[in-house]
């Protein structure tokens, strides 16, 4: 089985007028996602934004379920919140990746980035089934990268080694929060089967 | 196809402890519900609570989102918003939606309702595919029930027409937010299956 990640990303990402812009991290997305990696035995879950003080927020958060009175009150969200780590770039969240391979994964392998999107791009797509398939099998440790804000920003998309299919309801609005859109993609990706079918 | 309905419970629900309790309404359960309900066609989404005064504050969200400010700003979350309902008890909702009942199926044609839980209960279970079927085809109108705090009571699942297996990750971790847990329901059950698979 493939080691799995999920990052949650606050820049590159776009606006609403498709500029390039840096989010604001939301504690509920940091725990919503730690919770859904956990659920999933996702490996890790990266925060990146490459501003300082954001961080210093969330590794004070942290703090608060790793050590102080959050893990007494809730103890299963503790065990959430010990896979989530914070970085500046998505690229540092790949460095980090490389030096956990193990199994039948050379240490320095470079996880496959696969990108979401809720807008069509005209670029070509991968499906959940091939992605689904791929997981389940070894290799190569895998980043599921979500975007804030209006989504990826295009840079993301073109240095992502598969792009997945928009999340499609059953009419033409897709307006989902990246909480949802991330459960979804999740379930589809590495959801008990056996369980949804 | 099915009409189907959900609806976001506070009261009766599950304390930590077992016993039962009433909830505080979430802003974030609104918004994010609601855009799950409206990307995957729900006729309505029910907030539910005997609190006559969180009542009236989803009713000043709402209006919010209606008639100022929020509609100018965010148009898709307006008509996100539009399907929501507030109502004091899951009686009520079911209420609404018998008025509601349209094509095939005779005005007053009470819902079928759906419950879902997070944990095992000893009681028997449907499955999101068998659902999923019955949800495609012409049928009485459903209602999908998600509890907030530590889940649905047990007089709400005794009463359900169907009670759906809890979401199952890869570990026996199994506390996902409800924002997540819906939203892995919905498209379980009403998903896309081509874009999926």
């Known amino acids: 089985m493939t080691d799995v990640y999920c990052a949650l990303v606050h820049y590159p990402v776009r606006a609403k007028d498709g500029s390039t812009v840096t989010t604001a991290v939301t504690n509920l997305d940091v725990h ?3 919770r859904l990696a956990r659920t999933f035995e996702l490996r890790g879950y990266f925060i990146v934004t490459p501003i300082e003080a954001q961080r210093q927020l969330v590794e004070r958060i942290l ?3 790793r050590d102080g009175g959050g893990k007494k009150r809730i103890p299963n969200r503790a065990d959430a919140l010990s896979r989530v780590r914070v970085v500046d770039t998505i ?3 790949a460095e980090v990746i490389a030096q956990e391979a193990r199994g039948t994964q050379e240490p320095g392998t470079a996880p496959r980035r696969i990108a979401t ?3 069509s791009s005209g670029r070509e797509l991968g499906s959940y089934a ?3 398939k791929l997981l389940a099998a070894e290799g190569p ?3 599921l990268l979500f975007g ?3 989504g990826l920003a295009d840079s993301v998309l073109d240095e992502a080694d598969t792009l997945l299919p928009p999340i499609a309801g059953r009419g033409d609005y897709n ?3 990246v909480r949802a859109a991330a459960a979804i993609t999740v379930d589809r990706l590495l959801g008990d089967r056996n369980s949804a079918e």
Do not use: K, M, V
């Open 130 to 132: 091939a992605e689904a």
């Open 175 to 177: 307006h989902l929060s």
């Open 32 to 34: 919503d996602i730690a």
């Open 117 to 119: 999107a809720a807008r």
């Open 91 to 93: 690229e540092a969240a």
């Open 141 to 143: 440790p895998a980043l």
């Open 63 to 65: 703090a608060h379920w």
């Open 148 to 150: 804030t804000g209006h």
